[in-house]
Structures are given as structure tokens and as C-alpha cells.
């Protein structure tokens, strides 16, 4: 093979062969990149997931006890509510300071036993009941809100968390069939160089590196083994 010949095809082997390593080196780091990031993604979610977990779990808390005292969760469940409610210490705080200034005033007006005094005693109790219903309804009702909010807050930020790992799972696909691409255009510019040489050779450009195996060998021998042929009347 002649100078030229082995130039321009071990060139050409040399650079696929560098091309080839360079674009697997290029997707190896994009890759390990692309794992780093959806590892910190996750940590980074769990983290949230783990900051937001009290909320949630006060509003799963809070809708259950809203329910039952709304009566959604049947009367059994309600008369329950109710009555944790009026054996509450807030409840028997307000109805005996009440009932102690309703005597009170009903003492100093004359009027102790009346009729009046009497109603205000039995009506203040389930007022002050309904009172406390409605206002640890309101209560319950904000910490199912916030319960809610934070339910909501973790599933938009797995959403984003899943998003941004589509997104890097992709970079490393990308990565991939970008390194299988430049692989081939690698053995392919390989295979080009061969055949533009060989078509200069076709065109009498470049020297044909196979032209002495064509011809008559040089180790030939110069006697012929054919039987030479004796003149008539030769001896032997």
C-alpha cells in the first residue's frame, strides 16, 4: 500500500475512532448530570412532602370532626361532637358565669324566683351550646382549609418534581441517541474517506496499492518443464 493510502485511511481511522470516544465521554456526563438533578429533585419534594406533612394531616383531622358535628357523618357521629362540646371546659366555664349573672340580676331586681329569671336560666344553656357548635364548626372549617392548601402545595410540587424529571430523563435520551449519532457519522466519515480513495484510485489519481499482485510474478521460473524434443538421430 502505498504513503498516500495509509494517510488517508488511518486519518480517517484515527479521527472515528477520537469522534467516537469524545460523543460517549459527552453523553456519559450528561448523563451522570442528569441523575444528580433528578436525585436532588427528589430529595427536594420529600423535603416539602415532609415540611407540609402536619398540615395535612390536621386537615384530614379536622374535616373528619367537621363532619361529624355537620351530621354528615350520621347521628350516632353527631350526638357524639355534641356532647364532647358540652362536657367541654369552655362550655361549663360560660354557662356558670352566665347562669351567676342572671341570678345575680335577678337578685337585685326583686325578682329571683320569677318567671322571667327562670326562662333566662333555661334558655341560656342551649344558647350558649349552639353558640359553641357554630363557632367549632368555624374552627374545624379552617384547619380543613388549611389542610387542604398544604394537600394542594405537595401536589403541585410532585407535579413540578415530575415534570423537571421528564425533562432530565429526556436530556439523557438525548445524550444517548446523540452519542449512537455521532458514532455512526463517525464510522460513516470512516467509510467515506476509504471510498473516496478508492474511487481516485479507479480515476488513476492515487497509485493502486494492489497493482503488483495483478501482474506476472517476478519469482517465476525462466526454464519451461515441458519435455525438450531431441533432433532425429541423436543418440541417447
Known amino acids: 500500500m502505498s504513503m498516500m493510502a495509509t494517510a488517508v ?27 444528580k438533578g433528578v436525585e436532588e429533585q ?16 390536621a386537615g384530614d383531622v379536622s374535616l373528619i370532626q367537621q ?31 352566665g347562669e351567676e349573672a342572671i341570678l345575680q340580676s335577678a337578685s337585685a331586681t326583686g325578682g ?4 322571667n329569671t327562670q326562662a333566662a336560666l333555661a334558655q341560656f344553656r342551649p344558647q350558649v351550646l349552639s353558640s359553641l357548635i357554630n363557632q367549632q364548626y368555624s374552627r374545624l372549617g379552617g384547619l380543613t382549609t388549611m389542610g387542604q392548601n398544604a394537600a394542594a402545595g405537595v401536589g403541585t410540587a410532585g407535579m413540578q418534581t415530575g415534570q ?20 455512526g457519522q463517525a464510522f460513516g466519515n ?38 525438450r524434443m531431441r533432433p532425429q538421430g541423436e543418440i541417447f
Do not use: H, W
Open 9 to 35: 485511511i488511518g486519518s480517517s481511522i484515527i479521527g472515528g475512532v477520537v469522534q467516537n470516544k469524545a460523543s460517549k465521554r459527552a453523553a456519559a456526563a450528561q448523563t451522570q448530570a442528569a441523575d
Open 42 to 57: 427528589s430529595r427536594q419534594f420529600d423535603r416539602v412532602q415532609e415540611l407540609l406533612s402536619p398540615y395535612v394531616e
Open 67 to 97: 363532619m361529624a358535628l355537620g351530621g354528615m357523618s350520621g347521628a350516632k357521629a353527631q350526638r357524639k361532637a355534641i356532647a364532647a362540646i358540652e362536657g367541654g371546659q369552655e362550655f361549663q366555664t360560660l354557662t356558670q358565669q
Open 112 to 115: 329571683l324566683r320569677g318567671g
Open 164 to 183: 423537571n424529571i421528564a425533562n432530565l430523563y429526556g436530556q439523557q435520551g438525548a445524550a444517548a441517541a446523540g452519542s449512537a449519532l455521532a458514532s
Open 190 to 227: 470512516v467509510m467515506g474517506s476509504i471510498g473516496q480513495y478508492a474511487g481516485g484510485v479507479s480515476a488513476g489519481i492515487f497509485e493502486n496499492p494492489f497493482s503488483g499482485f495483478g501482474g506476472e510474478s517476478s519469482l517465476a521460473p525462466t526454464t519451461s518443464l515441458r519435455p
